[in-house]
């Protein structure tokens, strides 16, 4: 039985802080404190500016020390400095970390900070140190300050208690989706891309016109991603609107690249836009490494020739395929294509995470808009009453002038006289004791009646705008107009960068082939079985040497790039790729060893494939059907049944080549029907060419009715068969003998 012991008693030192708590639950507390903290003052931005704290406190503080686009830059280190002391006590580096993505025009859509020095770069390489880079505000981050001094957003104190700060900024545009913004927190996310800022205003001008404006009508001002890298976006149009509904998905973005025509039919590509947030010599570095390892056979050589604007140069090993089955392949296998996720995860107005669509932060937005223009309204009220009263009195110094200088002289209280006598209050008083003589002339007391009536009439329109919401969603939709103007005098901020095209429908992955370099072959197949590739065209056949006792069976020219198909006796097909046979240089190797072909049989047929063309295969019962040659492909070494001969051979593989069949028989007879009207398969027995009594079928040939049949005699004369009608009939029948002059071997051509 165990005790719990109780903790000893505490010393006066310790001043009461030694807690008797449960570890689990002390952990909890604390990991929970640190877990809202990560969320709400440091990784996910506010919807309305679209900021994070820190970013918030380097602008704050840039415009506290009057580094206005206008104005003369100061060095980072002594913002960032001033940023840590004031408000952000978290290190000067992670300070100019964040400083420096807001400089980064390659990071930021609409940089917030003016940077002069290096800034960092595309490639990757790091910003200078910042004791020698200096910065100041740019014209959009000024917009999202504007405002600041007036009351139009709260304030709470710093972390010390010194002073204070914004809570958030009047934002005079939609920032959090103009620029984007990544973070991870405790639990959870944010990734929100970039966007073009006229296109937003333009959405949330629909909004002001038509609230209930559903997200694909928005989709017709925002159609997509604006990033700061420009490149083209391929994600289908219904993902980016189920996006935008759900605040969830992804975005396909790939760099933009061009064909440059070279001389002698070649050609390379040339990548001008990067994806977003892919370092540029990161992905030359993947490229090369491709190369090396050999899984990109399409791609030679890859350079990059980039000065000020970015040229990637990506030269293809084969140049027989297109440019884009190229790129296809790349994309798979490199950053050149990317995916950017889209998590639209923020905090609201309370400091909530949600994850909101894309209406849902534009309305946010405006919600905030209104708001911080009904408190500048309000604040500027305020300063003009305090004016109007302050002018109230200066006018009685006009209308009773002699009287006020009388009190002034004479008097020794002129305040509390010159207050009982025209019944001011003590504001008033100071101000006409502190007018100066000058002040007295008649043009003066012009002007303060003209200011006196021009604030007054500002007055009445700020009171009627607070007391009219439509006038108030007027002035929302006015000043967002203006923020459009003030963008876009620089074009290169307003113009959109990144373009939209559609993934391609089918499938360019390149075919094995296609790796391989297109070269002419000839392929030679001994009577024994021995195969080997010679490289062009074999002039001399008779040089060829082989074994002792064996001679050339079948020679067949190709291309290294070519399935070679091969039909045996027992009517399967094999299938060999034409970069894979043994060399010409020996006398080859045997063919059993590539295929699983029995030793008793043998080999009827063997002919590169062609894509759509056809074959008519036959058996020695005078047996065949029409076979597509894409089906004849066999993936296995034991090869595909095609004819089914049963005990018999297959005899016949002639490639379909005219509109007539002629067939003649072991008992000499001779038949001639129409193509048509054998069945086309990709399998089985067929049906049956020519009736016979005994015997089968010995030889077939295909022609044109416009050509005419003929048949080549034992010198290798083609003989023309001029009445070849005669023996014109129906599939299937017995036929008439040959004619005169026919081969004794019974054959169209003599065999090889």
């Avoid at 859509?109 to 020095?117: D, I, S, T, W």
């Avoid at 960092?120 to 790091?126: E, L, P, Q, R």
């Avoid at 027989?320 to 996720?341: A, G």
């Avoid at 107005?349 to 534009?362: D, E, N, S, Y």
Wanted: net charge neutral; hydrophobic share 40%; proline share 6%.
């Amino acid at each position: 039985m165990t005790t719990r012991v109780p903790p000893p008693p505490e010393s006066p030192d310790e001043g009461g802080r030694i807690v008797d708590e449960l570890l689990n639950e002390a952990l909890s507390k604390r990991y929970l404190a640190y877990a809202l903290s990560t969320i709400t003052n440091r990784a996910l931005p506010d919807v309305r500016d679209g900021l994070k704290p820190v970013q918030r406190r380097i602008l704050y503080a840039m415009n506290e020390m009057r580094l206005n686009p206008e104005g003369a830059a100061r060095k980072c280190a002594a913002v960032a400095g001033a940023v840590m002391g004031a408000y952000h006590p978290h290190g000067d580096q992670s300070i100019y970390d964040a400083m420096v993505r807001l400089a980064q025009d390659f990071a930021q859509r609409y940089p917030l900070v003016n940077g002069q020095g290096n800034f960092g770069n595309i490639d990757g390489d790091n910003a200078a140190a910042m004791r020698y880079t200096e910065c100041k505000l740019t014209v959009a981050a000024r917009l999202l300050l504007d405002g600041i001094d007036e009351d139009a957003v709260d304030f709470r104190p710093t972390y010390d208690g010194q002073t204070e700060e914004p809570v958030v900024l009047p934002a005079a545009f939609p920032n959090l989706l103009a620029n984007g913004s990544a973070g991870i927190a405790v639990g959870m996310a944010t990734s929100i891309a970039p966007h073009n800022v006229g296109e937003l205003i333009d959405a949330c001008l629909l909004l002001l016109q038509r609230p209930e404006a559903t997200t694909a009508d928005l989709m017709e001002r925002v159609p997509g991603p604006d990033f700061p890298t420009g490149g083209v976006i391929v994600e289908p149009k219904a993902a980016l609107l189920e996006a935008y509904e759900t605040g969830r998905g992804g975005v396909r973005h790939r760099a933009r690249w061009e064909v440059e025509k070279l001389e002698r039919g070649g050609w390379r590509v040339v990548v001008l836009e990067m994806p977003y947030q892919v370092q540029k010599s990161r992905l030359v570095e993947q490229l090369a490494s491709l190369i090396e390892l050999k899984k990109a056979p399409l791609l030679g050589d890859v350079r990059d020739e980039s000065d000020e604007n970015i040229r990637l140069v990506i030269e293809p090993k084969v140049r027989t395929i297109e440019p884009e089955v190229m790129m296809e392949s790349l994309f798979r296998l490199c950053d050149l294509e990317t995916r950017f996720p889209v998590n639209m995860n923020v905090l609201d107005r309370t400091g909530t995470p949600r994850v909101m669509g894309l209406k849902a932060m534009l309305l946010a937005f405006l919600d905030h808009r209104r708001e911080v223009d009904g408190r500048r309204a309000r604040w500027r009220l305020e300063k003009i009453a305090a004016r109007l009263h302050i002018l109230d009195g200066l006018l009685i110094v006009y209308l009773n002038l002699d009287e006020v200088i009388r009190i002034v002289r004479f008097e020794d209280e002129p305040k509390a006289r010159l207050m009982a006598t025209f019944g001011i209050d003590d504001i008033q008083a100071d101000a006409i004791l502190n007018t100066r003589l000058r002040q007295l002339a008649k043009l003066e007391e012009m002007e303060l009646r003209r200011e006196h009536a021009t604030l007054s009439e500002e007055k009445a329109g700020l009171e009627a705008r607070l007391g009219s919401d439509k006038a108030q969603w007027n002035k929302v939709g006015d000043d967002l107009r203006t923020v459009r103007e003030t963008l876009g005098k620089d074009p290169t901020l307003a113009r959109r960068r990144s373009t939209f095209a559609d993934a391609p429908a089918a499938d360019l992955a390149p075919p094995p082939e296609a790796y391989i370099t297109r070269e002419p072959i000839t392929v030679i197949i001994s009577e024994k079985g021995w195969i080997r590739a010679a490289k062009g065209a074999v002039a001399d056949p008779s040089e060829l040497k082989f074994k002792e006792g064996d001679r050339l069976a079948f020679l067949v020219p190709a291309e290294t790039t070519d399935k070679i198909l091969i039909l045996a006796s027992d009517g399967r097909v094999f299938t060999l790729a034409g970069d894979k046979l043994p060399s010409a240089r020996g006398q080859g190797e045997p063919l059993r060893l590539m295929i699983d072909l029995e030793d008793k049989t043998g080999l009827v047929a063997v002919f590169p494939l062609k894509p759509g063309a056809r074959r008519v295969l036959a058996s020695s019962a005078g047996y065949g059907f029409i076979a597509p040659e894409d089906d004849l492909v066999a993936n296995r070494k034991a090869g595909k049944q095609v004819l089914n001969v049963g005990d018999d051979e297959a005899l016949i593989c002639l490639p379909v080549t005219g509109d007539h069949l002629a067939v003649v028989g072991d008992n000499g007879k001779a038949l001639i029907f129409p193509l048509a009207e054998l069945p086309e398969m990709p399998r089985g027995k067929g049906v049956k060419l020519q009736n016979y009594r005994e015997g089968g079928l010995r030889d077939a040939v295909a022609f044109t009715e416009a050509q005419g049949a003929s048949w080549i005699d034992g010198a290798g004369r083609t003989r023309e068969w001029p009445n070849w009608k005669d023996w014109l009939g129906k599939r299937a029948a017995s036929g008439k003998v040959v004619p005169k002059g026919f081969p004794a071997s019974k054959r169209f051509k003599p065999k090889a």
